[in-house]
T-cell receptor, first 114, second 111 residues
Framework: GAVVSQHPSRVICKSGTSVKIECRSL??????MFWYRQFPKQSLMLMAT?????????EQGVEKDKFLINHASLTLSTLTVTSAHPEDSSFYIC??????????FGPGTRLTVL | GQSLEQPSEVTAVEGAIVQINCTYQ??????LSWYQQHDGGAPTFLSY????GLEETGRFSSFLSRSDSYGYLLLQELQMKDSASYFC????????????FGTGTRLTVIP
């Protein structure tokens, strides 16, 4: 089946720094990828839709200047959390669209901001 | 917007059958998916219903009633490894066919 990877799997950073998370589709091309955030014992919340070669579409309430998304190629989307603060600590998960009704999820990135 | 409701927790005995319900409200319904997530892991796809009726995949079955905006996941012959969180997710036809997840149901399988 389709494989999606994320890097890093865990990251700890100081408050005020920026963190970049990569999402790669390993054996297929994905024109559309999605970024989710999940707080402990809560559901996945869609943050944004990342489209190759164009600007990301952000969900209501998600700050686009804080969560920078770049989808520069058909196999890579990046999420940069800028000026991270402790409240940004969360589990960030990407997914890649394989077909109209199928997405494959990456293993997630655990971000801890001190 | 989208709204999906699931029971927060379910406990069942190993070998038994359990049903996890999901009711939804959405503006552009395309289909209902179910995902399993173990602690610290990524969601894994279980099933997808676009049309009314029952879809069976091994021990797991999923049902959809579009007129009732309702679906359920049925897990048979429960195993200890089935202890996990289960999410229903609506595939929304407005926009980019986005997935919007339900509140999640924590299933605990006991011996």
């Amino acid at each position: 089946g389709a494989v999606v990877s994320q890097h890093p799997s865990r990251v700890i950073c100081k408050s005020g720094t920026s963190v970049k998370i990569e999402c790669r589709s390993l054996d297929f091309q994905a024109t559309t990828m999605f970024w989710y955030r999940q707080f402990p014992k809560q559901s996945l919340m869609l943050m944004a839709t990342s489209n190759e070669g164009s600007k990301a579409t952000y969900e209501q309430g998600v700050e686009k200047d804080k969560f920078l998304i770049n989808h520069a190629s058909l196999t890579l989307s990046t999420l940069t959390v800028t000026s991270a603060h402790p409240e940004d600590s969360s589990f960030y998960i990407c997914s890649a669209r394989v077909s109209a009704d199928t997405q494959y999820f990456g293993p997630g990135t655990r971000l801890t901001v001190l | 917007g989208q709204s999906l409701e699931q029971p927060s927790e379910v406990t069942a005995v190993e070998g038994a059958i359990v049903q996890i319900n999901c009711t939804y409200q959405t503006s552009g319904f395309y289909g209902l998916s179910w995902y399993q997530q173990h602690d610290g892991g990524a969601p894994t796809f279980l099933s997808y219903n676009a049309l009314d009726g029952l879809e069976e995949t091994g021990r797991f079955s999923s049902f959809l009633s579009r007129s009732d905006s309702y679906g359920y996941l049925l897990l048979q012959e429960l195993q200890m490894k089935d202890s996990a969180s289960y999410f229903c997710a609506v595939l929304d036809q407005t926009g980019a066919n986005n997935l919007f997840f339900g509140t999640g149901t924590r299933l605990t399988v006991i011996p």
